[in-house]
């Protein structure tokens, strides 16, 4: 079978104008909320050194990693040997030195520590690029996709993961995305404290990762799961009337801390959850939070705090997710730096408003006006027209060639141009300018000023 020259790799897409308008709308939508927090904008580079990345996601993270390879002649330093043995783990670290970034936040830890002469702690940053994960492509899952992460570092006050939460709500209010959201909450601390009451405190990994999929495969494959790692059935059977704890948010807080008597990291992560709550409990927040003792989320650098936001009436995972994190600086040698982020997944978010058609209607219009070309004397007349309009911050064309009136009406109306400006020999005597409403095909004079005045 011939090799399709003009495929590109599974889980990656291009995006068409009308496709970069709607996702531009999302981006500027979420710069102007972060700047309206104060953070500030960085940029990293798309590929880091694998040393930079690898240990930092656990085991199946490492696995999902995009592997460079060396440039020149990667196998020159590869004994036969080595090759026969087909040992894919020694032979990427000797033939490959660099990879795609995984997500935003270890990149961010690096640059921190890399730059921290010439930055102001708390440092509030915000990041909006690609990342890269080798994972199987499946609906809501791609293999590139964009990261709009929000990250403050150098504080462990509560009042920033507050802010993360403020940020959220503001995010899908109506006056932004219009989103109906949940925001579940946890701290990793708990999960770490009930691991240390069932008896399982070596296998805190094990267990975040299964209690992680529960929403997905359900309480007895997690409970499977649990069991081919490793973890006892006594410990499972003392995990259960944890996992099912019900009730409001603070009927679970004061179970948690009856349960957590004998656990100091446990209790720790209770109050900070109640904190947390407090501070919430006197804020004008739309959004519901809701305190979730299953809630995991795999990554192995966050410590305290985790959020996980899902959209209600969609049928797509979460759509934003982050949490704190300790000493993630201190992997590059810059100890004792707590930071706490949220990433927003721009490429879900845009489903979610494609499903529930929230996109503003004007998002797929760039151009808001388009000059006819009837000639070479009115395209030199129209060009001085344009050029004014440009001044006033609108949006204009005048179509390049000249060519029958009805394909430039034509291109207009595919392109969703919602005003035609005509303007002929008697336009050009009386100073005006005939302007077609396409959408009703309507056509009045106007001067030059009016129409700006319109478009204004």
């Not at 795609?100 to 730059?115: G, I, K, M, S």
């Not at 209690?211 to 003392?238: F, R, T, Y």
């Not at 005509?422 to 009016?450: C, D, R, Y």
């Amino acid at each position: 079978m011939a090799e399709n020259k003009t495929s590109i790799p599974k889980g990656t897409r291009d995006f068409s104008p009308a496709e970069m308008v709607r996702r531009n709308y999302i981006f500027d939508t979420l710069k102007r909320v972060f700047q309206r927090y104060g953070y500030l904008p960085i940029e990293t580079p798309a590929m880091e050194t694998l040393s930079t990345l690898l240990g930092k996601y656990g085991e199946e993270g490492d696995k999902l990693l995009f592997r460079i390879l060396n440039t020149g002649n990667f196998l020159s330093e590869v004994t036969h040997e080595e090759l026969a043995l087909r040992n894919a783990g020694s032979l990427s670290a000797r033939i490959s030195g660099k990879g795609l970034r995984y997500d935003l936040t270890v990149p961010f830890a690096r640059y921190v520590v890399q730059h921290r002469n010439d930055i102001t702690f708390p440092f509030k940053r915000y990041q909006m690029q690609p990342v890269w994960r080798a994972d199987r492509p499946q609906k809501g899952r791609y293999r590139e996709f964009y990261q709009c992460d929000v990250d403050v570092i150098g504080s462990n006050s509560l009042l920033n993961e507050v802010e993360i939460i403020r940020i959220i709500d503001d995010v899908f209010s109506d006056k932004n995305f219009g989103i109906p959201v949940l925001i579940k909450l946890n701290n990793r601390k708990i999960l770490s404290g009930i691991a240390e009451i069932i008896g399982e405190a070596d296998k805190i990994t094990d267990i975040t990762i299964a209690m992680d999929k529960l929403d997905k495969i359900g309480l007895d494959k997690v409970n499977e799961e649990l069991e081919q790692k490793g973890v006892s059935k006594d410990a499972i059977g003392k995990l259960q009337p944890i996992i099912n704890l019900k009730g409001l948010k603070e009927e679970k807080i004061g179970r948690l801390k009856e349960i957590f008597q004998n656990s100091e990291i446990g209790l720790q992560g209770v109050l900070e959850i109640e904190k947390v709550f407090v501070y919430l409990n006197d804020l004008d927040i739309k959004t519901e939070v809701e305190f979730d003792i299953t809630l995991a989320r795999g990554l192995n650098y966050y410590t305290g705090a985790i959020f996980e936001v899902k959209a209600k009436n969609a049928e797509i995972g979460s759509i934003s997710g982050g949490g704190r994190y300790d000493d993630l600086t201190g992997i590059f040698g810059l100890n004792d730096v707590s930071g706490v982020g949220i990433s927003f997944g721009a490429d879900r978010i845009y489903d979610v408003l494609s499903q529930l058609g929230k996109f503003p209607d004007d998002t797929g219009t760039t151009t808001k006006i388009m000059f006819v070309n009837f000639g070479e004397k009115e395209e030199k007349y129209c060009l001085r027209l344009l050029e004014q309009i440009h001044h006033a911050g609108i949006n204009a064309e005048l179509y390049p060639d000249i060519i029958k009136v009805k394909k430039q009406l034509d291109y207009a109306n595919n392109r969703g141009i919602p005003f035609v400006a005509l303007v002929g020999e008697n336009e050009i005597k009386e100073q005006i300018v005939t302007l077609k409403v396409m959408a009703t095909g309507e056509q009045k004079k106007m001067s030059l000023g009016e129409i700006i005045a319109l478009l204004s």
